[in-house]
Each structure stands twice: as structure tokens, then as C-alpha cells.
T-cell receptor, first 109, second 115 residues
Framework: GQNIDQPTEMTATEGAIVQINCTYQ??????LFWYQQHAGEAPTFLSYNVLDGLEEKGRFSSFLSRSKGYSYLLLKELQMKDSASYLC??????????WGAGTKLIIKP | EAQVTQNPRYLITVTGKKLTVTCSQN?????MSWYRQDPGLGLRQIYYSMNVEVTDKGDVPEGYKVSRKEKRNFPLILESPSPNQTSLYFC??????????????FGPGTRLTVL
């Protein structure tokens, strides 16, 4: 079966750095996505990785290793507004998106 | 403004009463999806469509139907809703995978309660 694993919840301090990991097992691979979702709202796009390596976008970076079935989302200089759930999703060979259950990130002052 | 719209935003209905949730996008996207989101389970894809008249089952298609007669619209139909379909539903659209702009744009969500 297809599976995406990410931690259920993480806590970090304002101004710090946090890394959210995602491991996956899917039927084929057509890219990995990270989304941010605030409670009660729709997910919003953060990053897309299809090749191995690090993609940097301001305070957020995303890394992919296809051979290891592994990705992480790195958030720097954490702000209180970064408190949200972070969703990892993989597009399989049939172009179906498989989603992880999400990681709830709690930021403390 | 580029957007995905869904209607209604909130709906309370009773078991067995057919309903349709509409979804429309104005970005000329080929790829459209429906998801349901339940606590602790994350987003689960119900159906997706790669283009007009092309639809495929996602992870949880049972009890749902979709149609894609026009590129911009992708309605979700519950022929005979049951309480286990109480959930938060999202519609999303994007250009075709691998064609550069793979960002999924999500609608605002429809909170459905089936009594």
C-alpha cells in the first residue's frame, strides 16, 4: 500500500529553526509537495520537489532524497504565525496525490 | 483574481437526500480534485480529473460521484448521503503534473453534516 509518514505534533520556540520530516512509500513518484494549513482554512502551497536536493524559498526550505523516500521541510526564524499544520503529499505514477496526516507545529514565545 | 470557489460553504442535510457541491476554477487548469479531511486522517482524495470527460477514483470514492463536462467545473455528487460522509470537503485545481506550475489551489472548503 501507499503510505506517507510525518510526526503528529512538534513544538518549537519563536526565532528558532525546526525541521519537519516526511517519509513515503508510493507506487511511482511524480513530485513531493509541502503545504501549510491553518486551523479551519484551506491548505496553501509551500514547496514542490521533484529532483533530489534542497529548494530554498525565503525562511522555508525543502529537501528531497528519492532513493531514501525522504523529505524534510525546514523553517527558520520561526514566527508565531507559523503555528499551523504542515502537510506532506506525494504524487504517484497515476498522478494521484497521496497525503500525510499532517504535522501540527506549535510555536511558543 | 485566480481562485477556486465552492458552494455551499456549510450544509446540514439528512440521510438519503441527494446533494451536489459545486466547484469552479478560473485558471484554465486541467487537473481538478476533491478531498475530504477528517481529524487525525489528513486529506484523502475522493476523485480526480486530468481533463474534460476524464475522471479517476482516488482513495475513498465510495458513495461519491463526479463529472467533468467543462474544464472549469467539477461538481461532487452524493446520491444518498450517510452520516459517515460528515466531513470537511475541499476542491483543488492545478495545471497538469510535470508542466511547471504544479501548485494545487484549494477552494475554501465545504463543511458537510449528514444527520
Amino acid at each position: 500500500g501507499q503510505n506517507i509518514d510525518q510526526p503528529t505534533e512538534m513544538t518549537a520556540t519563536e526565532g528558532a529553526i525546526v525541521q519537519i520530516n516526511c517519509t513515503y512509500q508510493t507506487s511511482g513518484f511524480n513530485g513531493l509537495f509541502w503545504y501549510q494549513q491553518h486551523a479551519g482554512e484551506a491548505p496553501t502551497f509551500l514547496s514542490y520537489n521533484v529532483l533530489d536536493g534542497l529548494e530554498e524559498k525565503g525562511r522555508f526550505s525543502s529537501f528531497l532524497s528519492r532513493s531514501k523516500g525522504y523529505s524534510y521541510l525546514l523553517l527558520k526564524e520561526l514566527q508565531m504565525k507559523d503555528s499551523a499544520s504542515y502537510l506532506c503529499a506525494v504524487m504517484d505514477s497515476n498522478y494521484q496525490l497521496i497525503w500525510g496526516a499532517g504535522t501540527k507545529l506549535i510555536i511558543k514565545p | 483574481e485566480a481562485q477556486v470557489t465552492q458552494n455551499p460553504r456549510y450544509l446540514i442535510t439528512v440521510t438519503g437526500k441527494k446533494l451536489t457541491v459545486t466547484c469552479s476554477q478560473n485558471m484554465n487548469h486541467e487537473y481538478m480534485s476533491w478531498y475530504r479531511q477528517d481529524p487525525g486522517l489528513g486529506l484523502r482524495q475522493i476523485y480526480y480529473s486530468m481533463n474534460v470527460e476524464v475522471t479517476d477514483k482516488g482513495d475513498v470514492p465510495e458513495g461519491y460521484k463526479v463529472s467533468r463536462k467543462e474544464k472549469r467545473n467539477f461538481p461532487l455528487i452524493l446520491e444518498s448521503p450517510s452520516p459517515n460522509q460528515t466531513s470537511l470537503y475541499f476542491c483543488a485545481s492545478s495545471s497538469l503534473p510535470g508542466q511547471g506550475a504544479d501548485t494545487q489551489y484549494f477552494g475554501p472548503g465545504t463543511r458537510l453534516t449528514v444527520l
